[in-house]
């Protein structure tokens, strides 16, 4: 009995690798709509949050800073991605050794693991504030950096799309 639906549709897998998460947020990011400097605001914002240890509510955090500063929104969604499953351990380890530097604590945790920000409480208040200020100081410099190279590189697209666009009109 042949199937009347017609030809199969392999579906796109749910977990998908590395490789296919950055080449979805690149055609994310090629197709964000706005200057280079309200783009570029907003990916520095989602990178900033993406850096802090408010799992369960950077989108939302993102989002409203991002319209605080005037950045773009989708561009500050994109910048969250930073934070995932596989990037967390690092990033959070990262944020309370940097933490319990600048704040003069003896680092005791060898690793960090929780879910949410009320887990990171039941640590105790060292170890949340260390977490805290080191995402402050690590959320802000990559977050700088994410707005010069963000910028840089949609100034560019945008001047190479305007230029191909005035080459083909002048053709016609």
Known sequence: ??????????KPPV?????????QMLVRMRQLEGNPHTIALGMA???????????????????????????????AVLGTWLSNPLTIPVVYYADYKLGCSLLGY??????????????????GLEVTWAMISGSLVLGGLLGVIAYFVTFRVFSTFRKRSLATETESGSEL
Do not use: C, W, Y
Not at 51 to 75: D, N, Y
């Open 1 to 10: 009995m042949k199937n009347k639906s017609g030809p199969s549709r392999k």
């Open 15 to 23: 977990f998908t690798g590395p490789r296919e998460r950055i080449s």
């Open 45 to 75: 914002v989602g990178i900033f949050i993406s850096i802090t240890p408010i799992i369960p509510l950077q989108t939302v955090v993102a989002i409203a800073l991002a319209f605080l500063v005037r950045g773009s929104k989708s561009a």
């Open 106 to 123: 003896r680092a005791t945790l060898d690793h960090i693991a929780f879910d949410s920000f009320s887990q990171l409480m039941e640590l």
